[in-house]
């Protein structure tokens, strides 16, 4: 069996650990003192490759935790580069750790029922 995920589902993810990283994320993961290279591998809008599994992100502006710039938006993008199938719910949801709030879940339920691993 393949360790590889069929899916991916990410709320307000940390997504690299360069430029605009969550500083707390970043220093539990790296240290101090981070080489590039290591920043570059563990930053998984570099990782992106025609084997990454299609994607549901959710993330709002109004997340002052962990900023959308540099975290949902250039996965997203990287997701598109490659042709991965991506839903990006973005706007003006709420505060990071918002939860299950119907400003996203109805369009995430849609996505699984589109993506087939959810019936209505």
Not at 1 to 28: K, W
Not at 51 to 58: E, G, L, S
Not at 100 to 109: A, E, F, V
Request: glycine residues 8%.
């Amino acid at each position: 069996f393949s360790a590889r995920p069929d899916l991916q589902i990410l709320c307000y993810p940390v997504i690299t650990m360069g430029e605009g990283a969550h500083a707390g994320s970043r220093t539990n993961l790296l240290g101090d003192e981070a080489s590039q290279d290591l920043t570059d591998q563990l930053s998984s809008e570099k990782q992106v490759t025609d084997k990454t599994p299609p994607a549901f992100v959710m993330h709002s502006v109004d997340d002052q935790a962990v900023l959308i710039g540099p975290n949902s938006d250039a996965y997203v993008d990287a997701l598109k580069a490659k042709n991965i199938p991506v839903e990006y719910v973005s706007g003006a949801l709420g505060p990071h750790g918002v939860g299950m709030k119907d400003s996203w879940t109805p369009q995430l339920l849609q996505w699984l029922i589109k993506m087939g691993y959810a019936t209505k």
